[in-house]
């Protein structure tokens, strides 16, 4: 699975969009995007997940560049309750497990 | 939405004891789980893959006579920690791919402590 790259960790106001970037140079045609949370002491959640085209469901916004290089997560308004480590995970979605990186721990101030 | 279950949520055990974790998927069959493990803030590190009636696939550098893995059926897979140190108190989490639709779903996470 390719690598990617995330800020070890981002504040943003109660209300406001929080938007999480993550860096995948190297990542391979047929690879997905996903991202996942972990709030302090539990198992990770699934936020979304998308390929090439910019994915929204109730909880995010996936924004992946043309050259899929990159991509923005976006809480749309973030409450305190999305205090968590945000992961960026690429992977191919085969039989194989996915692989963690550091994330970025997104800390949302009232 | 599906839920996977893993019990216990904590344990607390002597060092040189034996310790069981069960992962469930509750309403959904899993062909494959996976365990990982996590240590005070870092990351989760995938230890193992494990399929339905055959032996897991262990990640380099996981011990696979210490941390036994075992997926009798297609909704419940066992970790167990054999002879458990200090070292091995770490958060425990599964996640399981369902059957047909491939989607992948986490365990709430088992926190052991060795005493």
């Known amino acids: 699975d390719a690598k990617t790259t995330q800020p070890p960790s981002m504040d943003c106001a109660e209300g406001r969009a929080a938007n999480l970037p993550c860096n995948h140079s190297?990542?391979?045609?047929?690879?997905?995007v996903y991202w996942y949370r972990q709030i302090h002491s539990q198992g990770p959640q699934y936020i979304i997940h998308?390929?090439?085209n910019n994915e929204t469901n109730e909880m995010a916004s996936l924004i992946i560049t043309e050259d899929r290089k990159s991509s923005t997560l976006i809480l749309p308004h973030a409450t305190l309750r999305d205090t968590a480590v945000y992961y960026c995970?690429?992977?191919?979605?085969?039989?194989?497990?996915?692989?963690f990186g550091k994330g970025t721990h997104l800390i949302i101030q009232p | 939405g599906a839920v996977v279950s893993q019990h216990p949520s904590w344990v607390i055990c002597k060092s040189g004891t034996s310790v069981k974790i069960e992962c469930r998927s509750l309403?959904?069959?899993?062909?494959?789980m996976f365990w990982y493990r996590q240590f005070p803030k870092q990351s989760l590190m995938l230890m193992a893959t494990?399929?339905?009636?055959?032996?897991?696939?262990?990640e380099q550098g996981v011990e696979k006579d210490k941390f036994l893995i075992n997926h009798a059926s297609l909704t419940l897979s066992t970790l167990t920690v054999t002879s458990a140190h200090p070292e091995d108190s770490s958060f425990y989490i599964c996640?399981?791919?369902?059957?047909?639709?491939?989607?992948?779903?986490f365990g709430e996470g088992s926190r052991l402590t060795v005493l």
């Open positions: 996640s399981a791919r369902a059957q047909g639709t491939g989607e992948l779903f």
């Open positions: 190297t990542i391979s045609g047929n690879e997905y």
């Open positions: 998308g390929l090439k």
């Open positions: 995970i690429v992977s191919g979605g085969g039989a194989d497990g996915l692989t």
């Open positions: 309403d959904f069959q899993a062909t494959t």
């Open positions: 494990s399929n339905e009636g055959s032996k897991a696939t262990y």
